[in-house]
């Protein structure tokens, strides 16, 4: 069994993140490195999953209050007077299965609860769909609340709610 480690990142991991981001970009969105920093600094929540010290996940999530102009966080902000917005969440290729996005998951909701956040929000792609995330986030007690088209019409979200 390999070393699976959960911690917080730091500006040293951010070409890692980026990378990661990237080979997943037609799940996620573009970022650089100026870009994360901006979302690292409006983030509460930005945490690595590590195999033998090597990043292979991460996860960036905001609180209700955060100064984040997204279409999706707007979405909730009018539906929800308090919540943590999943920004995004990446496992490479190669590392998943190994429960990282679980684990990940698992510390969010610890971190909502401890904050008395009630709900822990985010939103997937449906056009085109992604299966997987619909999957996994089911497991987690995510369910529809809305949808909407995004990224110019070229993508339709559906927005997902979950009570922590």
Same mark, same amino acid.
């Given at each position: 069994?390999?070393?699976?480690?959960?911690?917080?990142?730091?500006?040293?991991?951010?070409?890692?993140i980026?990378?990661l981001?990237?080979?997943?970009?037609?799940?996620?969105?573009?970022?650089?490195?100026?870009?994360?920093?901006a #979302?690292? &600094?409006? !983030?509460?929540? /930005?945490? @690595?999953?590590? *195999?033998e010290?090597?990043?292979?996940?991460?996860?960036?999530?905001?609180?209700?209050?955060a100064?984040?102009?997204?279409?999706?966080?707007?979405?909730?902000?009018?539906?929800?007077?308090r919540?943590?917005?999943?920004d995004?969440?990446?496992?490479?290729?190669?590392?998943?299965?190994?429960?990282?996005a679980?684990?990940?998951?698992?510390? #969010?909701? &610890?971190? !909502?609860?401890r /904050?008395? @956040?009630?709900? *822990?929000?985010?939103?997937?792609?449906?056009?085109?769909a992604?299966?997987?995330?619909?999957l996994?986030?089911?497991?987690?007690?995510?369910?529809e609340?809305?949808?909407?088209?995004?990224?110019?019409?070229s993508?339709?979200?559906?927005?997902?709610?979950?009570p922590?």
């Open positions: 069994m390999q070393n699976i480690a959960i911690r917080e990142a730091a500006p040293g991991d951010f070409e890692s980026c990378a981001n990237l080979a997943e970009v037609q799940h996620t969105s573009d970022m650089d490195v100026a870009r994360l920093q #979302l690292d &600094r409006l !983030a509460c929540y /930005h945490m @690595l999953g590590c *195999v010290g090597q990043v292979v996940a991460f996860l960036l999530a905001m609180r209700h209050d100064r984040y102009e997204n279409d999706n966080f707007s979405w909730f902000s009018r539906h929800y007077p919540f943590l917005y999943i995004r969440i990446v496992v490479s290729a190669a590392f998943r299965g190994r429960r990282l679980s684990l990940l998951y698992e510390d #969010l909701f &610890r971190y !909502a609860r /904050h008395g @956040l009630p709900v *822990v929000t985010c939103e997937y792609n449906i056009v085109p992604n299966e997987p995330s619909r996994f986030h089911d497991r987690f007690g995510f369910r609340q809305g949808t909407q088209w995004v990224a110019g019409g993508k339709q979200v559906s927005l997902q709610a979950a922590t």
